[in-house]
Nanobody, 115 residues
Framework: QVQLVESGGGLVQAGGSLRLSCAAS????????TRWYRQAPGKQRELVAS???????FYADSAKGRFTISRDNAKNTVSLEMSSLKPEDTAVYYC?????????WGQGTQVTVSS
């Protein structure tokens, strides 16, 4: 069973930066596509960024140019480097691992950006 633990969330002023990390245990991490989602209060969960097992990346328009997703297969971690943060980036951020029909979610980490 794969377990995921996110960390790195917190309170930051607009324009600031945060680095989120997601540590995985169990499974074959290098085979999974890993994704970061976020969910703001009253809104649907949305995909922020994704990185495949081959390190191909995808970013939502809202994240392009400001966020960078990366993975370290040796450490079984996926990270999301966020810069130039805006109040509208405030949300709970979740990591997700996907492999075929299997998917696993972390518990989420809160990011709050003050104006």
């Amino acid at each position: 069973q794969v377990q995921l633990v996110e960390s790195g969330g917190g309170l930051v002023q607009a324009g600031g930066s945060l680095r989120l990390s997601c540590a995985a245990s169990g499974g074959i991490f290098s085979a999974y596509t890993t994704r970061w989602y976020r969910q703001a209060p009253g809104k649907q969960r949305e995909l922020v960024a994704s990185i495949t097992s081959g390190s191909n990346t995808f970013y939502a328009d809202s994240a392009k140019g400001r966020f960078t997703i990366s993975r370290d297969n040796a450490k079984n971690t996926v990270s999301l480097e966020m810069s130039s943060l805006k109040p509208e980036d405030t949300a709970v951020y979740y990591c997700k691992l996907v492999h075929g029909i299997a998917d696993y979610w972390g518990q989420g980490t809160q990011v709050t950006v003050s104006s």
